[in-house]
């Protein structure tokens, strides 16, 4: 069966849905069908549902290009300020879904339910006119002189994969006078975002970047080390990603989480994509090292100093001077890792061991293994360049009439709901361009 539609959208998550109601609700002539977006998952909106522990993180009260890498700083400015975050409040405001600011910043919906947002945004492609098609996955995109034709994935019965049941005709296509892709990242593979976009965008003539790669992962240690045996540990700690030569390239300071396999937490996922992009653009060479600080403003030369004060009021240990400070069974571990006694007069240790332990304390060098892959990254570094697409309509600058959008760009956020503003602020331009660029 062949379809036709004015605009196709090609992934119906946040950036595409987004985009799918502003170029709904942007087109001078609005008949039903002019917008169709089709999504290869047969359960639609599955991160929008995980997002934020299931209360969906939908975005953060002061958002700016800082929060993000990827692209040019001053590419994503661009973008982001066609849609900021008053528009999304307001949007959703208008939609019912109330949205309430907490501590951290991070806005999330009154309902604590990421399902009204899912909703919201079904229910708004809808009154926009915007049909939305599914399980309908994309295998192939051909652009033609009247516009692009998309063909659907054939049914791959042997794959058992849910997300492949797809319930069709080989021969089904979509026609369409222009085409908008939102197919994400490679993040959490089993909702249907598992990289297949970005062959689709070369096939169409973009470059994706050189690497691309899990973001806002959890990393790993070796297994037997003995940080291990702080798992459960939940504590505010700082960590700093330095060059080979000691350049500080990277330092974020939050929650950060000790687990059964290495670390987790705000401060680690916000830092996995530094780490990993560094160590990639090292290859073989001497690496960067990762290092965590124990006590957040304390300096290893200020902490080898009260080591030292400490040792020379009698009797003072370890235990005593940092009571209050860090958890009794934190002490103990970090010590056991310097191979210092913790219950110690701390007079009694070499100059040399006190070093080592101001070390352990305060610039702490995490024998970092990876990450935890795509199955637990919550969004993926690199993509299409925004080089590559014009600021104003999110239009290819290599494919005319071909749009881009989401987390398929190079851009990801830190944790907090700016990735989920990315995708609000991308999918509109991307939406209101399509509709209203001619030719
Ligand atoms: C566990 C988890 C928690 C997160 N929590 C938050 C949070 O609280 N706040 C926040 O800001 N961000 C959060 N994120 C990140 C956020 O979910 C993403 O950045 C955002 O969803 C990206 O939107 P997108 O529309 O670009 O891509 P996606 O949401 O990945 O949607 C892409 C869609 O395209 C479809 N698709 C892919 N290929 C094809 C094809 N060939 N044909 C048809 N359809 C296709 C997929 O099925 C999918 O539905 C979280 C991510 C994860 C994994």
Redesign the pocket.
Known sequence: MTKRAEIAV????????FASIWAGRSLVDRRAGSVVA????SK?????L???GGR????HHAVDESAYAGSSRNAIRNVLRRFDVARTVEFFHERGVELKREETGKLFPVSDDGQTVLQALLDAARSAGAEVVHP????RIERTEHGFVLHR?ALEPSSGSA?MRVEGNRDDRLLARRVVL????K??PK????G??FE?AKALGHTITPRVFPA?VPLTIPKDHWLTSLSGVTLPATLELRAPGGKRLASFTNSTLVTHFGLSGPSVLDMSRYYTDAKMIAAAGPPPVLVLNWLPGESLDAMDGALAAAGRARGTSVLRLLEGKLAERVVRAICTGAGVDPGASLGELPKEKRRVLAIALTEFPLPITGDRGYLF???TAGGVPLAELKPDTMESRICPGLHI????CDVD?RV????????WAS?FVAGVGAATTSA
């Open positions: 090609v992934g119906a998550g946040a950036a595409g849905l089709v999504d290869g998952a639609l909106g599955a991160k929008i995980v997002a934020g969906c993180n939908v975005t309908w996955r994309v295998a994935a997300s939102a197919t994400g990242g993040s959490l909702t249907g975002s598992d297949l976009g689709l806002l990254a919550e969004a959008c989401g987390e398929l956020g907090g709901g700016f990735n989920f503003q990315w995708a999918g």
